[in-house]
C-alpha cells in the first residue's frame, strides 16, 4: 500500500504542474487520472508436467494510470494531438510481476472526417506466464520474462454523422529474457473496424483482424525436467473478430458488452512435439459499465472472461476478472 501511496504522490504532483502550465490557454492541455482495483482468479498459472492438472492462484491488482492529452496548430491548418500515457499495475501477493505501461500518440486530423495516428507502447517488463512453459516451483521465477516495444499506425474515417471506419497496422517485438530466448519474436497485427451508430443510445461495432508471429526458436532448457531438449517453436497465425455493443442507459450511464473470437494455429515446425499441429481457440468476454458521477469523475465496473481451449488438454486456460475504478478528468 505505500507504493500506491506514493505513486499517487506522483501522479497528483504531475497533475499540479500541468495545471499551472495550462492557464494561459486551457484549452490546449487535458488530464486525467484514476484508479481501477481488478481482482483475477488466475494470476499464475502452473503446472508440474504435462499429464498433470494445471494450478491457478488469483491475486489483487491495483492500477493506477495518468494521461496527459496536448492540442497542437498541426499540419495544413488542421489540429493534431500528442498523448502521454503511463500506468502501473502493483499485485497485491506477488508483487514480483508487477509491470508499467508507457505510450505516446501522435496524431493528425487531415481534414473535417479523416485521422492519421502513430502510438508507440513500451512495457519494460512483463512476466512470461506462458500456459506451458510454467513448472510447479515454489517460488516465481522472473527471469521468465520479457520486453515489450510496440508501434501501431491508425487511419480513422468518419464517412458520415453515423458511420466510422478504423484501420491500424501493429508491429510488436517481444524480447524474451534467458532462459526464453528462443521465444523472442517479431508479431505484425492488421485491423479494420467499422462503427455504426444505430440511434442516438446505440452503437454497433465489427471487426477483423490478422496476427502474425514469427519465433527465433530453440531448445527448452532443463527446466521442467517434462520438457527438457524439447524444440521449441512459438510460432502462430491468429485470424479474430470483435463484435462490441455501446448502450447509453442514460446521459450519465453507458454499457458495454463485447466479444473477442481468435483462432491461433501454430506453424511450429514438425520437430516440436509442444506445438506442432496445435489449435488454440481464444475467447475474450466483457461486460463493462462506466456511470459518470460528475463532469469530472466517473465510476467504473466491469467483468471479464479470459478463456483458452486447446487441442492440448494440460494447456487449457480460464481466467475471471473483476474490475471496479475511478476516473478523474480535467481541461
Keep these: 500500500m505505500k507504493k500506491i501511496f506514493f505513486i499517487f504522490v506522483l501522479l497528483g504532483t504531475q497533475l499540479v504542474f500541468f495545471a499551472g502550465t495550462s492557464g494561459a490557454n486551457p484549452s490546449r492541455i487535458e488530464y486525467e487520472a484514476g484508479l481501477n482495483i481488478i481482482y483475477s482468479d488466475n494470476v ?7 499429464n498433470s492438472t494445471p494450478s491457478t492462484n488469483g491475486d489483487f491488482i491495483y492500477r493506477p494510470y495518468v ?25 497485491n501477493k506477488y508483487s514480483a510481476i508487477n509491470f508499467q505501461t508507457y505510450s505516446l500518440l501522435l496524431e493528425q486530423k487531415m481534414d473535417a472526417k479523416t485521422f492519421i495516428g502513430l502510438t508507440y507502447t513500451l512495457i519494460p517488463f512483463l512476466f512470461a506466464g506462458e500456459e506451458d512453459i510454467l513448472s510447479g516451483a515454489s517460488t516465481i521465477d522472473t527471469s521468465r520474462s520479457l520486453r515489450v516495444n510496440a508501434l501501431t499506425a491508425t487511419f480513422d474515417k468518419n464517412f458520415s454523422e453515423n458511420k466510422n471506419f478504423y484501420l491500424y497496422v501493429k508491429y510488436t517485438h517481444k524480447d524474451y529474457n534467458a532462459p526464453l530466448e528462443y521465444r523472442t519474436a517479431i508479431a505484425r497485427t ?38 527438457a531438449g524439447t524444440f521449441d517453436d512459438f ?30 494455429s501454430f506453424t511450429a515446425d514438425p520437430l516440436d512435439r509442444l506445438h506442432d499441429g496445435v489449435n488454440t481457440r481464444i475467447y475474450n468476454i466483457l461486460f463493462a459499465n462506466a456511470y459518470k458521477i ?13 478463456r483458452r481451449d486447446y487441442d492440448r488438454v494440460f494447456s487449457e486456460f480460464t481466467e475471471n476478472r473483476f474490475l471496479t475504478g475511478v476516473d478523474i478528468s480535467f481541461k
Excluded: C
Excluded at 446505440?202 to 520438457?227: D, F, Q, R
Design 67 to 91: 494521461a496527459v492529452k496536448f492540442k497542437t496548430p498541426g499540419l495544413n491548418a488542421n489540429p493534431a494531438r500528442i498523448d502521454l500515457f503511463i500506468s502501473d499495475n502493483i499485485y
Design 294 to 306: 460528475t463532469p469530472t469523475l466517473t465510476w467504473k465496473l466491469s467483468y471479464e472472461l479470459n
Design 235 to 264: 510460432s502462430y497465425t491468429a485470424p479474430g473478430i470483435t463484435l462490441l455493443f455501446i448502450q447509453h442507459l442514460s446521459d450519465r450511464d453507458t454499457l458495454r458488452f463485447r466479444i473477442i473470437r481468435k483462432n491461433r
Design 44 to 50: 499464475i498459472y502452473t503446472y508440474v508436467n504435462p
Design 190 to 227: 492488421f485491423g479494420g473496424d467499422l462503427t455504426i451508430k444505430w440511434n442516438r443510445a446505440t452503437t454497433i461495432m465489427a471487426g477483423l483482424s490478422y496476427e502474425t508471429n514469427e519465433a527465433e526458436k530453440g531448445m527448452v532448457p532443463p527446466t521442467p525436467p517434462a520438457l
